[in-house]
Structure formats: structure tokens, C-alpha cells
């Protein structure tokens, strides 16, 4: 089947304004996760959904950065007021819940370049 | 704060030689270990992935050494091939009964020279 999906591929903005960047994650697959990745650097958690529980936003670097999931399944990360340090690859990925179901499968990214 | 150290931050091997990625984490709280795999352009993909009560693993070509006591963990590339070349990440997740959070090392940016 299909894999995790990101829209849109690329994004330029302008400092300031909001963004909205967009996750379909695999079919069935009840976890949800977005990391960030800056050039040439590791991939920092940003927030992850499971199921119906609430989510983990311990990773979100500021009030800036929000994120929803509607119905169990698309995901929607905001960044409102751009700064330049937000300019980043935004990652997704999903996985199944549950020991021995836990790879993470990714989609190929949000570049996003703040001006 | 958990944290995964990975080294070295760049590697260049030489068509046929042996790649070594070490990380190391802080403290023993984790029970997963997965080694991801990105190629330019594209998210990291799973290679291989192993639990703290083995102490290796063996897939093809790609080996994961573990060892509890010195809280440390490689990935080992045999015969390495120029299709290789790539960014390797490390993680570790947090115990935790079922949730599924990754805590992601640096990465390493390995070229592979034919």
C-alpha cells in the first residue's frame, strides 16, 4: 500500500507569516509523529499522537508550533509568525501501537525555507 | 534529559571495507534500539533494529553489536558498497509499555569510495 504522504514537498515563506504542513499517514496505522530536521543535523521529536490519548507535545520548541490530528488519521503541523531558525526538513512518520510493531515509517519531508 | 550520543559525525570507507557507527546512551531506561537509514532527499527507513536482551544481531550484511554493561551500541557494515553511502541514525526508545517514542542520535554520513 501506499506510504506516509507529506504535503507540500517545499514550502518558502516569508519571516513572519504562518504555514501549515500537511501528514497522511499509512492506513491503519494509529501512531503519529513529527520530527525536525536541520541541516546536517538529527531528527528532534517535535510531538506524537497515539489513538485517542492525549497527545505528546513535549518536543514542540515553542507556543509557535502547534499541531492537530483530526479523525485518527491526517495531521496537521502549524507554525505560526515564521522565524529563519524554523527553516528545517519537517519529518512524519507512523507506526502501529504496541511491542513488536514499532518501526517508524517515514514520509520524504517538508522543506521548509523561512526568507 | 535522555540523550543518545552517536560517533563518528562522518565516515568514508572504502568499496569493500567495514563501516563502524558506535552510540552510546545515559541511562538504562530503554528497550528498543533501531538503526534508520536516509538516503538524500528521502525520510530514514528502518535497517535493522534490536532489543537489550540479545547482545548481536545479524542481517545480510548489516550487524548490530549491544552491550548493557557499557550502555553502548554499534552498527557494523561488512563489505560496505558504494549504494551504502548514506546518513545512519541511531535511537533508543524510552520503556514505556507500548508508547512509542524515539530519542534519535546525530547521525553519521557515511560515503562508500568504489
Known amino acids: 500500500g501506499a506510504g506516509v504522504s507529506q504535503s507540500p514537498s517545499n514550502k518558502v515563506t516569508e519571516k513572519g507569516k504562518d504555514v501549515e504542513l500537511r501528514c497522511d499517514p499509512i492506513?491503519?496505522?494509529?501512531?503519529l509523529y513529527w520530527y525536525r530536521q536541520s541541516l546536517g543535523q538529527g531528527l528532534e521529536f517535535l510531538i506524537y499522537?497515539?489513538?485517542?490519548?492525549?497527545?505528546?507535545k513535549s518536543g514542540l520548541p515553542s507556543d509557535r508550533f502547534s499541531a492537530e490530528r483530526t479523525g485518527g488519521s491526517v495531521s496537521t503541523l502549524t507554525i505560526q509568525r515564521t522565524q529563519q531558525e524554523d527553516s528545517a526538513v519537517y519529518l512524519c512518520a507512523s507506526s502501529f501501537p504496541g511491542p513488536g510493531r514499532e518501526t517508524q515509517y517515514f514520509g520524504p519531508g517538508t522543506r521548509l525555507l523561512v526568507l | 534529559q535522555q540523550q543518545v550520543k552517536q560517533s563518528p559525525q562522518s565516515l568514508i570507507v572504502q568499496k569493500g571495507g567495514i563501516s563502524i557507527i558506535n552510540c552510546a546512551y545515559e541511562n538504562t531506561a530503554f528497550d528498543y534500539f533501531p538503526w534508520y537509514q536516509q538516503f538524500p532527499g528521502k525520510g530514514p527507513a528502518l535497517l535493522i533494529a534490536i532489543r537489550p536482551d540479545v547482545s548481536e544481531k545479524k542481517e545480510g550484511r548489516f550487524t548490530i553489536s549491544f552491550n548493557k554493561s557499557a550502555k553502548q551500541f554499534s552498527l557494523h557494515i561488512m563489505d560496505s558498497q558504494p549504494g551504502d553511502s548514506a546518513t545512519y541514525f541511531c535511537?533508543?526508545?524510552?520503556?514505556?509499555?507500548?508508547?512509542?517514542?524515539?530519542?534519535f542520535g546525530a547521525g553519521t554520513r557515511l560515503a562508500v569510495h568504489p
Open positions: 535511537a533508543a526508545r524510552p520503556f514505556s509499555g507500548g508508547y512509542n517514542k524515539l530519542i
Open positions: 492506513s491503519g496505522h494509529t501512531a
Open positions: 499522537f497515539q489513538g485517542n490519548s492525549a497527545p505528546d
